[in-house]
């Protein structure tokens, strides 16, 4: 049985289904990367913390995913428990927000790691809401529709913090050095 | 441009954070297991109370005869171990772990 040619909701019927763990192997597999990127943007490169979140937020998948009813995507389901557990975690845990005025110094990155690594350094000039529905949006590529189910955000607000973002993002590479 | 920055680069493949999930669900089914295990215990240790006040106050007087008689209590004994046998299976086995 290949199950990398499943589909999620056949992967998701198998997991509940069977006793073994391949099929939920192959959940884990194929949205680690996603969601470990989305927890490391919104926690603007606490790759510890993300990688912590992201794993809870799989074990949390494991447990409730009888739950899951296939109403929407399985990776807006995943994005939404991710996203519930970094806003308990920041709960305990206030994000650093850094000054949207301060200058930063963006060079060109010559690697994946590096342009990462620069993507969360400007998540650092955003608040929570606006990291989270930014990533959404221009990371994960999801709909605004979607964004309004993982966040639980009304759409003006989605869009107005999308567009608030980008204005900030912008102002800041125009201000910064851009070194090549 | 800002869509090139905020793009996911990496490729965060992992086996070790697979093998962290898995890690974590197995701790939490021990850890289910361990307070399944006490309430299990408890709950006998309140039934055999509850039977030896039974046994002290009537079953035992009624039953006094069969008590000594060494056949029927080797039937007993067989037929507890194996009602305790099948609800400590059906306890456990909830499929999740093979």
Known sequence: ?180 | MLEQLLKYHQNLLSDDFVKGVFKRIEKAYQTRIMILGACSILGMAIVLVALNSFMQISWYQTFEKYLFDTQFLVYVAVALLLLFTVCTRWLFDDGEFS
């Not at chain 1, 995507?73 to 949207?100: C, G, M, N, V």
């Open chain 1, 1 to 180: 049985m290949n199950l990398s040619q499943k589909s999620d909701q056949e992967l998701v019927a198998l997991a509940i289904s069977s006793s073994d763990h391949k099929a939920f192997t192959e959940i884990v597999e194929r949205y680690q990367v996603m969601i470990r990127q989305f927890l490391r943007r919104l926690t603007a490169g606490d790759t510890h913390m993300a990688d912590d979140l992201a794993q809870e937020a799989f074990f949390l998948a494991f447990q409730k995913l009888y739950t899951y009813q296939g109403k929407g995507t399985l990776k807006s389901w995943l994005h939404t428990i991710a996203y519930r557990l970094f806003l308990k975690q920041i709960q305990k845990k206030p994000l650093l927000e850094l000054d949207e005025n301060q200058s930063i110094l963006i060079s060109e990155p010559q690697s994946a790691l590096e342009a990462d690594l620069l993507a969360e350094k400007l998540m650092q000039r955003l608040s929570a809401d606006e990291r989270v529905v930014m990533t959404l949006f221009m990371s994960a590529e999801m709909s605004h529709s979607d964004i309004v189910k993982v966040t639980n955000l009304p759409l003006g607000t989605v869009k107005s913090h999308i567009q608030r973002a980008k204005v900030k993002l912008h102002q800041l590479i125009e201000k910064s050095q851009l070194v090549a």
